[in-house]
């Protein structure tokens, strides 16, 4: 993860990603481990004229404290300064990008009853955030980040170093960091989606039968009105 590698990364997320505007705000949620990265977004999005740029901070292994110490019920409250924010940022029309880098393992062995009611209790507070995004009401994007615990899950067999090696080159591959221009790439592929919505949609298909050498033979039947997007 060269610095270079990682410029190039975060001007993909923040021009595609979350195709952040001039004068609107950008919200990172992100973990610490993830610091330098972070870094490089914030210059990629006030290099495009972003208003502020915030962060949202967060450390599993912390987090993983709360879950093991705190009561249930407590993990059951939401503070309203969180959903109160969370409804500035709908107001404020921001956009929202989440880094995703944490051992898959973090809460194992943590009682499942603590971490259900934390999540049910945040859902539930969030509700309306959650809607915003799912409905691309405001520009969100989620993005991953090489993380050791979670690249040793990936690639068992390899040294800790090697299998790092292993899941930033998957995750370039991935997000077209590989290509020489990644926005182009992302571009072309965006019109080669857009073509093919367009020639499945003119079809009319009735059905799909899906048959192999194996002895798979069924058939699928299309709802009236589809619409491929």
């Avoid at 740029?53 to 300064?81: H, N």
């Avoid at 969030?126 to 050791?148: D, G, Q, V």
């Avoid at 790092?164 to 221009?181: C, G, P």
Wanted: charged residues 30%; glycine residues 6%.
């Amino acid at each position: 993860m060269d610095k270079k590698s990682l410029k190039k990364y975060a001007e993909l997320l923040v021009e595609k990603g979350v195709n952040l505007q001039k004068g609107q705000t950008l919200v990172v949620a992100a973990p610490v481990g993830a610091a330098v990265f972070v870094g490089e977004i914030a210059r990629a999005a006030y290099r495009r004229k972003a208003a502020n740029v915030e962060i949202l901070w967060s450390d599993p292994a912390v987090a993983r404290m709360g879950y093991r110490y705190r009561t249930k019920s407590s993990l059951s409250v939401v503070p309203e300064w969180v959903v109160a924010q969370r409804r500035h940022y709908i107001d404020e029309k921001v956009a929202y990008l989440s880094v995703l880098s944490e051992d898959p393992e973090i809460l194992k062995g943590i009682d499942p009853e603590k971490v259900a009611a934390a999540r049910r209790a945040r859902s539930k507070a969030l509700a309306e955030f959650r809607e915003y995004t799912s409905s691309n009401k405001i520009r969100w994007c989620i993005a991953a980040y090489p993380e050791k615990a979670w690249a040793k899950k990936m690639f068992p067999g390899l040294p800790q170093r090697e299998a790092m090696k292993r899941q930033w080159e998957a995750i370039a591959r991935t997000v077209r960091l590989d290509e020489e221009d990644p926005i182009a790439a992302w571009e072309e592929h965006q019109k080669n989606l857009e073509r093919r919505c367009a020639l499945l949609n003119g079809a009319k298909i009735r059905s799909f039968t899906y048959r192999n050498g194996i002895g798979t033979d069924f058939t699928i039947g299309m709802p009236k009105g589809y619409l491929f997007c």
